[in-house]
């Protein structure tokens, strides 16, 4: 595809208890316009008009928009991320995760959380509604080569990234100026891998923020890296051969933060939890409530 045939819009929306607006992207290529996610809000005319969204996961924050502009477009999702949709997510994804993770969540964080339930809410009743709902390869502008899809897990287990010309769309694989919540570390480093060993892109646009180059990519990805795989060592050394709640541990290393950071915060340690369970470092038991965890004997 010539580059220059691509035309991107960048489109912002913004409700709380978001801390910076999301985006979503009216794109232009091969003749065809289409929707990258749809943010958290009314969403413009001509956005309306696209034929096709592709969504790069299930969260509230990037889909939203179409509930809210009752978009009569087609979907075009993964089959993972159209199954949340509907209604079955894995006890371990979004916002309930919490509630079934924690027993009951800290005061501080009890508002986001509803809030989060009733916007989840909201959407499902939306994808009841749509008419035309269908995977990537059933999708024209996937079909027709203008994008491409590379499935990237690691901040959501349905997560993907598109590839238009020389624009990579990264959701939230990406959050320049801030930090990230990761599911699975060994997944995220791979899809970050994935991403970066295209050539093709220059430009990244992600779901939240302004858009940036590779040279900014590969630096962001580097220091969220090694954040991460501190904070997930941190954890490891707190953890006794005893079972504790989990819950515990929010407290722990995220005790100092404000109320959205912390929200943010409890959403990373599942994925530390789940990281060190599957690296065979700690058993999770997530058949009680709150979950418990305990250090795995070598």
């Not at 959403?267 to 470092?281: C, F, H, P, V």
């Amino acid at each position: 595809m010539n580059t220059a045939e691509v035309v991107v819009i960048r489109l912002e929306t913004w409700v709380e208890p978001l801390d910076r607006p999301a985006n979503s992207y009216l794109v232009s290529a091969g003749g065809l316009k289409f929707l990258i996610d749809a943010g958290v809000g009314q969403l413009p005319k001509e956005a309306l008009e696209a034929p096709y969204v592709l969504l790069t996961h299930w969260h509230w924050d990037h889909v939203l928009g179409l509930a809210r502009s009752r978009y009569a477009g087609t979907l075009c999702a993964s089959p993972r991320t159209i199954s949340y949709l509907r209604g079955s997510p894995p006890a371990y994804e979004g916002s309930a995760a919490a509630l079934r993770a924690f027993g009951d969540v800290p005061e501080e964080l009890k508002p986001m959380l509803q809030v989060s339930l009733s916007r989840n809410s909201e959407i499902k009743e939306y994808v009841k509604s749509v008419e035309s709902v269908r995977t990537f390869n059933e999708c024209e502008p996937v079909a027709r080569g203008l994008v491409r899809v590379l499935e990237c897990p690691g901040h959501s287990d349905d997560h993907t990234c598109f590839i238009v010309g020389s624009h990579a769309f990264v959701g939230d694989s990406v959050n320049p100026g801030s930090g990230l919540s990761v599911l699975d570390i060994n997944d995220y480093i791979r899809s970050m891998e994935l991403l970066l060993s295209d050539p093709k892109w220059l430009t990244a646009h992600p779901g939240h923020g302004p858009d940036v180059d590779r040279a900014y990519v590969s630096s962001w990805v580097a220091e969220t890296l090694i954040s991460k795989v501190r904070r997930l060592i941190r954890m490891r050394s707190l953890l006794s051969p005893n079972w504790r709640p989990l819950k515990d541990y929010l407290e722990l290393l995220y005790g100092s933060e404000n109320a959205f950071a912390k929200w943010v915060g409890a959403r990373s340690l599942l994925g530390y939890a789940i990281s060190l369970a599957k690296m065979g470092l700690a058993e999770l038991n997530m058949e009680v409530q709150p979950w418990t965890i305990r250090a795995k004997e070598a």
